[in-house]
């Protein structure tokens, strides 16, 4: 005869919910802290509501993004350095909606893992709340799941999902005709794109995480988890000074990639590579991959995080402008006739 089962909780198979009441808890006043007009909800309900008029659009339309923060978090893991990486998240999400002509409203984070560690959870969902302040963004909720046999201990996931507004006619790019400038603003380092051959580098150099980094101070971790720069506050005021015909994120495919999504059919864009210099990290990195300069400049940011695209006759003020907020601005080049991107000189 057979011993009857012994009932099972939840707890048991690997999911605490009371772990899960206890992050919330932790979170509401990083959360609260993030509030802005508009928001009409707290953390705790089966959604968010926010109020357009209260943020003061009369005829607005609304834009969305999402990301995550890609193979950057296996170094956040392997060193347990979580408080930026939220930053990183949101950076990903509200940067993008900027080059659309938006303002963000609101954001809202999805977090993923096999065990709930509530210290290390409220560390990196802080980022996140960080990175809305700095963004004029609310973080209006989200959701922690913690999936045993999902992840290896240790591991977790991040997604992000921004929500922004505009008046209707307002979208970029618009407007954008052949002899327009572009201005490049510089980079904080290699922002979350690339990590994936990032890591192969740091693996053929054969440096630990917590050794020096050959490129700056503090360790190779540290300075590799350098959070992407956000770049909404600057941008949104350019844009509403007038002139700004187009703004590129410059992520994923780097400068080749991403500068033709924001120029019409019939126009390209030529760069001229001495306009600034390549920070350190990436000269690093080329060096020790021996990666050529097509690929440095299609898989990183090379030290260019966002380029508006503005009027000839307004580039001067715009960059005074943008510096006086605290941005470094380079003249990078002009829209010319043709399609995609040139180079003229060489990355220095």
């Known amino acids: 005869m057979t011993d009857p089962k012994t009932g099972l909780t939840y707890a048991q198979a690997g999911v605490d919910i009371d772990a899960g009441n206890a992050l919330v808890e932790r979170i509401k006043p990083a959360a609260a802290a993030t509030a802005r007009a508009g928001v009409m909800s707290g953390l705790g309900g089966f959604g968010a509501l926010f109020d357009l008029k209260a943020a003061g659009y009369d005829d607005p339309i609304l834009v969305a993004a999402t990301d995550g923060v890609g193979t950057k978090?296996?170094?956040?893991?392997?060193?347990?350095?979580?408080?930026?990486?939220?930053?990183?998240?949101?950076?990903?999400?509200?940067n993008d909606l900027v080059c659309q002509g938006a303002e963000p409203l609101f954001f809202l984070d999805y977090f993923a893992t096999g065990k709930l560690e509530v210290d290390a959870a409220a560390r990196i969902i802080a980022g996140i709340a960080e990175g809305?302040?700095?963004?004029?963004?609310?973080?209006?909720?989200?959701?922690?799941?913690?999936?045993?046999?999902?992840?290896?201990?240790?591991?977790?996931?991040?997604?992000?999902?921004?929500?922004?507004?505009?008046?209707?006619?307002?979208?970029?790019?618009?407007?954008?005709t052949e002899g327009d400038v572009l201005l490049g603003l510089g980079s904080d380092g290699v922002h979350s794109n690339g990590y994936s051959l990032v890591r192969r580098i740091v693996e053929r150099s054969e440096l630990a995480w917590d050794a020096p980094a050959p490129f700056a101070e503090g360790t190779l971790g540290a300075a590799l988890l350098a959070p992407t720069r956000l770049y909404v506050r600057p941008a949104l005021a350019a844009v509403r000074a007038g002139g700004v015909h187009g703004l590129a994120h410059i992520t994923g495919g780097g400068l080749t990639e991403n500068l033709p999504r924001v120029l019409p059919e019939g126009l390209g864009a030529e760069i001229d590579l001495g306009a600034w210099t390549l920070p350190p990290v990436f000269r690093?990195?080329?060096?020790?991959?021996?990666?050529?300069?097509?690929?440095?400049?299609?898989?990183?940011?090379?030290?260019?995080?966002?380029?508006?695209?503005?009027?000839?006759?307004?580039?001067?003020?715009?960059?005074?402008?943008?510096?006086?907020?605290?941005?470094?601005?380079?003249?990078?080049?002009?829209?010319?006739?043709?399609?995609?991107?040139?180079?003229?000189?060489?990355?220095?």
């Open 73 to 94: 978090l296996k170094i956040a893991i392997d060193t347990g350095l979580y408080d930026t990486i939220g930053i990183d998240l949101v950076a990903m999400c509200v």
């Open 132 to 176: 809305c302040r700095l963004s004029g963004c609310a973080l209006v909720g989200g959701e922690t799941a913690e999936m045993p046999g999902m992840y290896a201990p240790g591991d977790f996931d991040l997604a992000g999902f921004a929500v922004g507004a505009m008046n209707r006619g307002a979208a970029l790019p618009a407007g954008v």
């Open 284 to 348: 690093w990195l080329a060096d020790e991959g021996g990666l050529a300069q097509g690929e440095l400049l299609k898989t990183f940011n090379a030290g260019i995080g966002l380029v508006l695209v503005v009027a000839a006759d307004r580039a001067e003020a715009l960059a005074a402008d943008l510096a006086a907020a605290g941005e470094t601005v380079h003249r990078i080049g002009t829209v010319v006739p043709g399609q995609g991107v040139s180079y003229r000189g060489t990355l220095a």
